[in-house]
């Protein structure tokens, strides 16, 4: 099975725009979920999106923003774009278990975000 | 508050030595989950190891282990006869009551030297 894929794997963007990052998850998973890694550091999370609803969201500005697809892809949008927003984007997919209500994380490859 | 702690930030050793990477974590929450992570300069985060709260027993996978010991709120991780294909960015992750929020350590840099 493909594991988590996400698109663009590279962007430079400049202050100011908009950014626009894509992520599909393992087949099966419904839950997908998203962090940013500044270097040197671990990653943050941003948002949890289940069944197309925001589940949890990180200790980050409105100018992110997320939304998940009937086929369970998501989409998270950056705008206004600041110098401290490059980074490494990573998206990663779950599937819910049902026992403990817990579940594994599984990354994608990321996208490196340079904002000039 | 969550929080977890990973010590050493860079860590070289020889092929064949073995090696332990500390995490330490801080939770409040009864119930709990921790992880391990490899990151290669690929960049994707690779699974290694997941264990609950509830479940001190230590665990191998190879030339892998994992010691749990919730005294000491310590996760230690030992890979035993390193090799070079070893050499990444290793972090440990904490999850408590919001199961879909991993809280992650500052990763340790493993080298391994031929």
């Known amino acids: 099975d493909a594991g988590v894929t996400q698109s663009p794997t590279h962007l430079i963007k400049t202050r100011g725009q908009q950014v626009t990052l894509r992520c599909s998850p393992i087949s099966g998973h419904k839950s997908v979920s998203w962090y940013q890694q500044v270097l040197g550091q671990g990653p943050q999370f941003i948002f949890q999106y289940y069944e197309k609803e925001e589940r949890g969201r990180g200790n980050f500005p409105d100018r992110f923003s997320a939304r998940q697809f009937p086929n369970y892809s998501s989409e998270l949008n950056v705008n206004a774009l600041l110098l401290g927003d490059s980074a490494l984007y990573l998206c990663?997919?779950?599937?819910?278990?049902?026992?403990?209500?817990?579940?594994?994380?599984?990354f994608g490859p990321g996208t490196r975000l340079l904002v000039l | 508050a969550q929080k977890v702690t990973q010590a050493q930030t860079e860590i070289s050793v020889v092929e064949k030595e073995d090696v332990t990477l500390d995490c330490v974590y801080e939770?409040?929450?009864?119930?709990?989950?921790l992880f391990w992570y490899k990151q290669p300069p690929s960049g994707e985060l690779v699974f290694l190891i997941r264990?609950?709260?509830?479940?001190?027993q230590n665990e191998i996978s190879g030339r892998y282990s994992w010691n749990f010991q919730k005294s000491t709120s310590s996760f230690n991780f030992t890979i035993t006869a390193s090799q070079v294909v070893d050499s990444a960015v290793y972090f440990c992750?904490?999850?408590?009551?919001?199961?879909?929020?991993?809280?992650f350590g500052t990763g340790t840099r493993l080298k391994v030297l031929a």
């Open positions: 990663a997919s779950s599937r819910l278990d049902g026992t403990a209500n817990q579940e594994t994380q599984y």
């Open positions: 264990r609950n709260s509830f479940d001190e």
């Open positions: 939770t409040r929450d009864t119930t709990y989950y």
């Open positions: 992750a904490l999850s408590g009551h919001e199961a879909y929020k991993y809280i």
